[in-house]
């Protein structure tokens, strides 16, 4: 069967979607082919015994730009403190911003993370990526987080209690040896935006970009096998195409497109437990302890009282490599304060590709344009990120609308 399409985006993650609704937008005739069964990507959610059960954990953060994109009053998004837990010697501290919890901002500056030159380090290097201009921290000095922490002030206890265990969560790495660029536009995503659960999961944004495209636009469970320019070979025949843009995961993006290189090494464990009730006041991330393999634990019910049915706690704890639940069981149970047969055991998911790495010199803005009509687009051409997946989408859609509508006036092709 031979099919044809002014623009064919293989693959339904975000990257893809967010170039397919920008070409949609601007009158382009545009597929999308998806190997899977959701739209999405690895944004994916399922329901277990009635919880809402995400690939992982995963959040929606305001403060990323093109979380603008998106209509988030619609996804009725559930939201987490800023800050987390930190326990220390079995009694657990709350390290919160004070901007958003004034209550609690002796109980912050007593915390155990620190001297009060670590605290003031830690505000400073918060105004600084909050609400520096993206140029100039991007025009600073690049070297590994670790490396940045220190320059700016970060102490030992601050460094091993507090941001290691925190941003393990959030870069798959502890050593920390992520570029520091990223961690400052990482970093200024948390001081200006809030985080997040749709109602319905995370796999609820794919399925918004989805629904923007005309009936029959998207095609689920469509194996692409190879790709050429003005080709795209699948396991139900050829599509011909003056565009294709490869939108996949990045060790699929290689194996189609031979010279692009992309990889994600980085992986991670979520153990998800069912508590009677949640043992907290405020939705807040416990913090994993030096030393052990735990790197967070949250009740997510707290922050999105919908992923339960019940009433009941849904707890997601995470671990940087492959762990059993009998590992952790006993970390998750302290991180918390219950007892371990509080724990009941719903389900454990390990995604081994879940981001590519951000190591210095970090490739911002890595081109999408090969030539002879291909295209490629996902986070591994930006930041490892819902950021960098839906930024390098929408830099992909202006720069096939450069090559099929040169006419656009250049103001509307920015719009889209």
Known sequence: MSSGAEVVVVGAGLAGLSAATRLAAAGVDVHVLESGGHAGGRLATERIDGFVVDRGFQVLNTGYPRAADLDLDALELGWFERGAIVRVDGTAHRVVDPRRRPADVIGTATAPIGSARDKAALAAFSLRAGYSPVGRLLAARERTAEQALRAAGVGDTALERFFRPFLAGVLLEDDLETSSRYLDLLWRSFVRGSIGLPAEGMQAVGEQLAARLAPGRLHPHTAVRAVAPGSVLTDDGRWAADAVVVA???????????????????????????????????????????????????????????????????????????????????????????????????????????????????????????????????????????????ASGARTARAVLRALRPTTPPDDRRST
């Open 248 to 390: 996949t995961d990045p060790g699929t993006a290689a194996r189609l497109l031979p010279g692009v290189e992309a990889a994600a090494p980085r992986q991670v464990t979520t153990h998800l437990h069912v508590l009677p009730g949640s043992p907290w006041r405020l939705p807040l991330i416990v913090l994993g302890q030096p030393g052990s393999r735990l790197v967070n634990s949250v009740v997510l019910s707290d922050a999105q009282p919908r992923y339960s049915p019940d009433g009941r706690a849904l707890v997601a704890s995470s671990t940087l490599s492959p762990t059993r639940e009998d590992e952790v069981r006993a970390e998750v149970a302290a991180a918390h304060g219950v007892a371990p047969s509080d724990l009941d055991h719903l389900t454990t998911v390990t995604v081994p590709g879940a981001q590519p790495a951000a190591l210095p010199p970090l490739q911002l803005r890595r081109p999408v344009d090969l030539g002879d009509g291909l295209y490629v687009c996902g986070d591994h051409r930006d930041t490892p990120s819902i950021q960098g997946a839906m």
